[in-house]
């Protein structure tokens, strides 16, 4: 897929692994809009890269409708969408306090997982209607972001670490399925990334995580993913597959 003018919309695109997308995928001429739940971050962003930035909730169907309406009427139908939009929450199924609130798992995979699969499905709408691209034959690319916590969830992270497994789980069928109108689905599972999602946990916690990345022996540059991103648009023949970005971590049993 050419990235040049072409229409992309990115979740979660206000912060991290979705800002450094929405930046190179401009820098690259692609039409970018910012769907975050945070819009004050999300027009931080889109101010950077002359991009557009609307406030859309990926768990409620109708604040996805009503934000891909609005990018369709800025650019025309999304061909690249973007799915970085994600939560994390650490809780024991039984800790001090009791058992664990089935809210908290819930709310994970609430926009982990469902979240993830809006805005997919409501994006997968709006290019069945695009005209094939003449020289591919595609109409679009679709990438989902899970997380090595699908393969290597680590205590606390039962819900996490599910709603991760279900996006590494539906990115073949989804493929399969959307072949059919020349639509890729990708999935990206990063290590352990320098965003401000994993700035939340405590400077031991995160030296002894490093320790465990044999190399590179760091984390992760948002702009590592959005360099993968941009490669997985560009490469036609990269689907239904997920690609682990991990300096070969594989999380220890703790
Ligand atoms: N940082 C890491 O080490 C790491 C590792 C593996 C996977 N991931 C995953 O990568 C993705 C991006 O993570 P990040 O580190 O860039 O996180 P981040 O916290 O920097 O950014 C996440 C963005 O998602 C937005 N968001 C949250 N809930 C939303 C909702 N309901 N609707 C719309 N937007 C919403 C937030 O406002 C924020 O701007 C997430 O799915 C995360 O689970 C992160």
């Given at each position: 897929m050419r990235i040049n003018n072409c229409p992309a919309v990115i979740s979660g695109g206000g912060s991290g692994m979705g800002a450094a997308t929405a930046k190179l995928l401009s820098q690259l001429g692609a039409k970018v809009t910012i769907l975050d739940i945070d819009l004050n971050a999300a027009?931080?962003?889109?101010?950077?890269?002359?991009g557009n930035a609307i406030a859309c909730d990926i768990t409620n169907s109708e604040s996805v409708e009503i934000a891909l309406e609005q990018a369709r009427k800025l650019h025309g139908p999304a061909k690249i969408c973007v799915n970085c939009a994600g939560i994390v929450r650490a809780r024991r199924i039984i800790n001090?306090?009791?058992?664990?609130?089935?809210?908290?798992?819930?709310?994970?995979?609430?926009?982990?997982?469902?979240?993830?699969?809006?805005l997919m499905r409501l994006a997968a709408a709006?290019?069945?209607?695009?005209?094939?691209?003449?020289?591919?034959?595609?109409?679009?690319?679709?990438?989902n972001?899970?997380?090595?916590?699908?393969?290597?969830?680590?205590?606390?992270?039962?819900?996490?670490?599910?709603?991760?497994?279900g996006i590494v789980s539906l990115t073949l069928p989804a493929a399969r399925e959307l072949a059919a109108f020349g639509i890729r689905v990708m999935t990206i599972a990063p290590?352990?990334?320098d965003t401000p999602m994993l700035q939340k946990i405590p400077a031991e916690a995160r030296?002894?995580?490093?320790?465990?990345?044999?190399?590179?022996?760091?984390?992760?540059?948002?702009?590592?993913y959005a360099h993968l991103a941009v490669h997985i648009i560009e490469n036609p023949m990269l689907n239904g597959e997920v690609i682990r970005l991990d300096g070969a971590l594989r999380m220890q049993a703790r």
């Open positions: 027009q931080k962003i889109a101010s950077e890269i002359q001090q306090q009791g058992v664990m609130p089935l809210q908290d798992f819930r709310e994970v995979i609430e926009v982990n997982l469902i979240g993830t699969f809006n709006d290019m069945e209607k695009i005209p094939q691209q003449d020289d591919t034959e595609e109409r679009g690319i679709i990438i972001t899970a997380s090595v916590a699908a393969y290597e969830g680590q205590i606390g992270q039962t819900a996490y670490s599910a709603s991760k497994g290590g352990l990334v030296a002894a995580l490093i320790q465990n990345i044999p190399f590179p022996h760091r984390l992760a540059k948002p702009e590592e």
